[in-house]
């Protein structure tokens, strides 16, 4: 006997039990259908539940439309909407929420503003608020964070997690949104890389280089010198129609020399080199042939600042050894000069006796010729 007894006005219920709860009490504006429907209300009203048991405990909530065996079973909340049987089944206090899909939303009880579309989706939200999920079972791990955005079958996100977005999982390869390809921005714009990490999030953020990040921290030292026997080549991509010229190394034959400067895929098969680390040990190995340069120009440096030294030391000595000859050959230049004038003076010495002698013969001979 469907609304027979209902106090209330505006009301319409078809089905048994549906809005029992009215007979005494002044719910209005009320539509439901189906066994039990809207069962419990009161003073509830702008309210559609369409099936069996939909809306069940709702009491006082107002502007809730569930569809769906059990949709909204629990709920007391306003301004919420199931589409689906068990969807937003246990809710109590949790508003305008919005579940589509068997079981979406089946465990929220106070979380608000969650969109839900899909067998499944977010199904194990309790208290997360403002979350969107898009695909069968999208955010089905997600329990109390809010913010996420979930879009894909099967993306389950992780319990807890909040103000994260994902979109697709493992078994997409390929990922093509249009209205970003060559678009140009101003340099001083701040434009700044993307990278993705190992688990496949983006973020323009480098892989962090601070000390607080990092243990068994030590030099490079010799770790390096692998990357001096690796090829550079010159290559175009198979699927490139364009051939553009590539510059770059092949991942096999650099995985030969060091298997840690390789990437590999989700199968184990090579897949990239990890050109920042190649940049890396290409610093340290410039560092290293520098310091060997610095050591060679100073040694260089010392050799010539000990040669100069040598040549200025020679140049003393010789200077020296100048003079003492010069002062010898000034003595001897003396002693030669002493000894020709001796020389000279024996010399007059011996004539001046000859000339007496002969003098003194030719007197005699006179004086004999004379007697």
């Not at 009301?11 to 039990?17: H, K, M, P, Q």
């Not at 030294?309 to 200077?319: A, G, I, N, R």
Request: net charge positive.
């Amino acid at each position: 006997m469907a609304g027979l007894y209902i106090k209330g006005s505006q009301n319409t219920a078809i089905g048994s039990s549906a809005l029992f709860g009215a007979i005494n009490a002044s719910a209005s504006y009320n539509t439901a259908i189906g066994f039990q429907s809207l069962y419990s209300v009161t003073t509830a009203y702008g309210n559609v539940a369409t099936g069996w048991q939909a809306l069940y405990s709702n009491k006082v909530g107002a502007h809730n439309s569930a569809t769906g065996a059990e949709a909204l079973y629990t709920n007391t909340a306003d301004f919420n909407t199931a589409t689906g049987s068990r969807s937003l089944y246990t809710n109590s206090t949790g508003t305008s929420n919005t579940a589509s899909g068997y079981a979406t939303l089946y465990n929220n009880t106070i979380g608000s503003y969650n969109t839900a579309l899909g067998t499944g989706a977010l199904t194990y939200n309790s208290s997360g608020s403002k979350n969107v999920a898009i695909g069968s079972n999208a955010g089905a791990n997600l329990t109390s964070g809010g913010n996420n955005i979930v879009i894909g079958a099967g993306v389950l996100g992780k319990p807890g997690e909040a103000n994260t977005t994902r979109i697709g999982n493992t078994t997409q390869k390929k990922t093509f949104i249009g209205g970003i390809y060559n678009v140009a921005e101003p340099v001083a714009s701040g434009i700044k890389p993307v990278y993705i990490n190992s688990t496949g999030q983006l973020g323009t953020t480098p892989p962090a280089s601070s000390a607080r990040f990092k243990e068994a921290v030590k030099p490079m030292e010799k770790a390096s010198e692998g990357i001096l026997s690796l090829t550079p080549v010159t290559f175009c991509y198979k699927d490139d129609t364009e051939k553009t010229p590539q510059f770059g190394l092949i991942a096999e034959q650099v995985a030969k020399i060091n298997p840690d400067l390789v990437v590999r895929d989700e199968a184990g098969q090579i897949y990239t080199v990890r050109y920042e680390a190649v940049n890396a040990m290409l610093l340290n190995e410039f560092l290293k042939e520098h310091r060997r340069v610095q050591e060679l120009e100073t040694k260089a440096q010392k050799q010539e600042t000990a040669m100069a030294q040598q040549e200025k030391e020679f140049q003393t000595s010789l200077s020296q050894q100048v003079k003492i000859f010069e002062s010898v050959i000034a003595r001897q230049q003396k002693q030669i000069d002493a000894t020709v004038a001796g020389l000279h003076a024996v010399r007059n010495d011996i004539v001046s006796a000859k000339s007496t002698r002969q003098f003194v013969e030719l007197n005699s001979g006179l004086a004999s010729r004379g007697d």
